[in-house]
């Protein structure tokens, strides 16, 4: 079971992962995503035209900042930049604003999306964020001394999964620690018996471990820069070991 939405095409790395070792993956989200209210968003007191650039780090930190700006009646300026984590959100763009007439820029990493930033220290940044959110992307910037403004736009919930009783499963693979948070949220007693546990991440790796579950893969790592080559990885080696 794979805690994320089930992609769009085959062009996947779990459906050649899933041909080539014979398995059968389900995906399921364990979350999902609530938009703030509008009402909400004003008792934050945060002035989205007060910022010259907006950084965004997923599609639905997209969808949430224009949902926001259209229900307060905020005309986003032309003059405002966009820094996106991938080149793929970046793009996503195109859904609000014409793409060419902005100024837009995008990195393959965080790391290189903050080298970006820090190229142009002289914006004053909007974040829009999820509660909850990682703390060491905001450690980061406050590291590099950039002007910012986080802001809650969105927050993760936990799904409904009772219908998933009885987790016919040989693995569990989680993505973030609201994804754990929602396995106990569901399930208060679940036992971990033989079932393998695969993280991606730091933080999710410790919320794995905090929750008293065993790890048993761990990615990314530099042998494993995907969750998919992880999976693999770990499957030939106890083929190799007759486990």
Do not use: W
């Not at 997923?58 to 966009?82: D, G, Q, W």
């Not at 590099?144 to 040989?170: E, P, Q, V």
């Not at 036992?191 to 990615?219: C, E, N, P, R, Y």
């Amino acid at each position: 079971m794979v805690s994320q939405p089930k992609p769009e095409t085959e062009k996947s790395p779990y459906h050649d992962l899933a041909e080539k070792n014979n398995l059968h993956i389900d995906f399921r989200p364990f979350v999902d995503v609530e938009g703030i209210s509008s009402k909400e968003f004003r008792q934050t007191k945060v002035d989205i035209l007060s910022h010259t650039a907006v950084i965004f780090t997923s599609k639905t930190a997209v969808n949430n900042f224009f949902r926001i700006c259209e229900e307060l009646r905020v005309v986003v300026p032309e003059t405002m930049k966009y820094f996106c984590v991938t080149e793929n959100v970046a793009f996503y763009l195109q859904k609000y604003i014409i793409y060419r007439k902005r100024k837009i820029f995008h990195s393959s990493t965080f790391a290189d999306l903050l080298e970006l930033l820090k190229k142009h220290s002289d914006e004053t940044y909007l974040l829009p964020l999820s509660d909850p959110h990682k703390k060491e992307m905001l450690k980061s910037l406050d590291k590099a001394k950039l002007k910012y403004t986080k802001s809650i736009f969105y927050r993760t919930i936990s799904s409904n999964l009772t219908d998933l009783a009885g987790f016919n499963y040989d693995m569990l693979v989680f993505f973030s620690p609201t994804g754990i948070k929602s396995l106990f949220d569901n399930f208060p007693n679940f036992k971990q018996a033989k079932i393998k546990i695969a993280s991606f991440g730091t933080s999710t790796a410790k919320a794995v471990k905090d929750a008293g579950l065993k790890l048993d893969i761990k990615a990314p790592t530099p042998e494993a820069p995907s969750m998919a080559m992880a999976i693999e990885q770990y499957i030939k080696s106890n083929k190799d070991t007759g486990k």
